[in-house]
């Protein structure tokens, strides 16, 4: 991997904000640091969204799901849509 490609973090979530922070801080604490989060938000109806919006870093990407699914795979084609990065990486809020 060249030192310029981006990586693009899809993060689904659906209700994650117990571990949530954890999962953010991980990536943000990678010593790679040309990456983008794509955070799709299925829906959440705890504090998720409130969570994301906390951090105040440009790679990190919100998206609102228009309704919420119970299929992973169809969230995550819809936030692969968003990515601009060359290589994707799945990492999952719980």
């Known amino acids: 991997m060249s030192e310029q490609s981006l990586v693009s973090v899809i993060i689904n979530c659906f209700n994650g904000e117990r571990y949530l922070r954890d999962t953010i801080d991980s990536v943000i604490s990678q010593t790679y640091k040309n990456w983008e989060i794509i955070f799709w938000d299925n829906q959440s109806t705890d504090k998720s969204a409130e969570i994301f919006k ?4 440009k790679r990190l990407k919100y998206y609102l799901a228009s309704s919420h699914s119970n299929i992973l795979y169809k969230a995550r084609n819809c936030a692969l849509e968003m990515i601009r990065g060359n ?3 799945f990492l999952d809020a719980d």
């Open 54 to 57: 906390s951090y105040q870093d």
């Open 87 to 89: 290589y994707v990486a």
